[in-house]
């Protein structure tokens, strides 16, 4: 099993500039989340979500959003990049909230 | 609502022992701890579920009061394993977890 796969692994992306972060699971697990983890600091919970078709607002979301219409793919998109996105953008996945969560490697991301 | 760690950092020798605690405003549901190595994502520890219990994971265990809201993680002879910076979630809210400030651990020979 490849557990939770990231892609792309790094990424520079000048200001005003659009992405998407991509993240999917083969472990048919029900919750998917986005963090980011500036350096030196903790991780901030952007969006989760508990099934697809369902999101939510986690501490940072202003500047994202997300989309779940598979239960493997929760795709995190940037829409007008700024240099205050600089982070390493972690996804991560659980079966449900009191069960481990599996993370993926990160995507490293600068904006420039 | 994020948790509070302390200490912000500790350095041991091998062999030492170490306590790490995650202190939540909030109540709480459960309270989750994760190692993250430099570089690397984290990796899971232990859950701990409301009702005071105290679980163990080899030389590393933690225990859960619920009524004071707060987690601590026991760190038993310490080995060069161990050194990472550990991190308290805290699910207040259902079906988010919220993670703590962190806790910078390094392990010397």
């Known amino acids: 099993n490849a557990g939770v796969t990231q892609t792309p692994k790094f990424r520079i992306l000048k200001i005003g500039q659009s992405m998407t972060l991509q993240c999917t699971q083969d472990?048919?697990?029900?919750?998917m989340y986005w963090y980011r983890q500036d350096p030196g600091m903790g991780l901030k919970l952007i969006y989760y979500s508990v099934g697809a078709g369902i999101t939510d607002k986690g501490e940072v979301p202003n500047g994202y959003n997300v989309s779940r219409s598979t239960t493997e793919d929760f795709p995190l998109r940037l829409e007008l990049a700024a240099p205050s996105q600089t982070s390493v953008y972690f996804c991560?996945?659980?079966?449900?909230?009191?069960?481990?969560?599996?993370f993926g490697d990160g995507t490293r991301l600068s904006i420039l | 609502q994020q948790p509070v760690q302390s200490p912000q950092a500790v350095i041991l020798r091998e062999g030492e022992d170490a306590v790490i605690n995650c202190s939540s405003s909030k109540a709480l549901y459960s309270v989750h701890w994760y190692r993250q190595k430099h570089g690397e994502a984290p990796v899971f520890l232990m859950i701990l579920l409301k009702g005071g219990e105290q679980k163990g994971h080899e030389k590393i265990s933690a225990s859960f009061n619920e009524k004071k809201q707060q987690s601590s993680l026991y760190l038993t002879a310490s080995q060069l394993s161990y050194s990472g910076t550990y991190f308290c979630g805290t699910e207040a809210h259902p079906d988010k977890l919220i993670f703590g400030t962190g806790t910078r651990l390094q392990v010397f020979p």
């Open positions: 472990m048919n697990h029900n919750y």
């Open positions: 991560a996945s659980s079966l449900t909230l009191s069960q481990p969560q599996h």
